[in-house]
């Protein structure tokens, strides 16, 4: 493991050189962040199940003809994916108010929005991934107005395939974030989902309780996040409906 070239490392995850040409190893670790890594943990199991979850979700999308990075799972924490340029611009949906969205605007959290809203953040830590509109976004040259169209098409069929997929299972997709990459086809280029889809990146309200399932639990400090996703996992059949909860048993003296 360690003689192979690490090309990036993020908050939660890092990328190596992969095995075939045109190919990252995506590796996937317990690092918690929020608020710009000013809140950090390591929570036990959390690679694990991203990596097990995003393959769920990524597969899910390729079986409906939605294009992504995803390739396949090579173990517990690491999976194959395409090299791709990402576009750096977060992509949000907004099913439900909630969020960064409750807060600019006043609206109550849980508030179920007209339409969907789709945002863009310029992917910079420096700056905090600062919310940007179209306007930016084609006159920085980070994407053209075709590509905008194409990510936000892209977008709204994620929605309507994690939405329904959740809905299945008793979960309120309330929003998301996704990320999206280029790939070059000699002086062509298609776009693909990229990066993860996983409940560090979503936020998911179990539909009977409201309870969270997502990575509010650690930036809200609501309880246990591996048993939060844990219980996702559970309900979409990615782990056998007995697995234990990771948290330990805590010693009575
Ligand atoms: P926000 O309400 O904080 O703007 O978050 C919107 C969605 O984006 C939510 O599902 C969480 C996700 N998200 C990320 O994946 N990464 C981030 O850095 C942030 C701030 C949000």
Redesign the pocket.
Known sequence: MSRRKKVYEGKAKILYEGPEPGTYVQYFKDDATAF?AEKKDVIEGKGALNNRLSEFFMTGLSNIGVPNHFLRRLNMREQLIRQVEIIPL?V?V?NFA??????RLGIEEGTALPRPIV?F?YKDDSLG?P?VAEEHIIAFGWASQQDLDDIIALALRVNDFLSGTLYGVGIKL????IEIGRIWDNDFHRLIVADEISP????LWDMKTGQKL??DVFRRDLGNLADAYTEVARRLGVLPANAQPVTKPTLIN
């Open positions: 710009n977060e949000i907004r909630a969020g960064s969205l409750s807060k945002e953040s991934d919310l309330v929003d998301f974030k560090d990146s979503c936020r997502d990575k």
